[in-house]
C-alpha cells in the first residue's frame, strides 16, 4: 500500500507539472520542428516554473517576519 501511494504521488506531480506547462503556448501548439528543440522548451518551461515556485515560496517567507 505504502508504495502505491508514493507513486501516485509523484504521478500526480507530473500531471499537474504538464497541466501548467499548457499554459505556455510554445508547448502546446508545438512550434519546434525538431525533437531537441522541442525537447529544450520543454526543459525551459520546467525550469522557469520551478524558480517561480521557489520565488514565490520566499516571498512568502519573508512577510512573516
Not at 13 to 24: A, D, H, S
Amino acid at each position: 500500500m505504502p508504495l502505491r501511494r508514493k507513486i501516485y504521488r509523484k504521478r500526480n506531480e507530473v500531471e499537474r507539472l504538464i497541466n501548467k506547462m499548457k499554459n505556455f503556448r510554445r508547448f502546446t501548439t508545438r512550434y519546434d520542428k525538431l525533437a531537441r528543440c522541442y525537447m529544450a522548451t520543454t526543459q525551459l518551461i520546467a525550469a522557469f516554473l520551478t524558480i517561480n515556485k521557489f520565488v514565490k515560496r520566499s516571498q512568502l517567507f519573508l512577510k512573516t517576519f
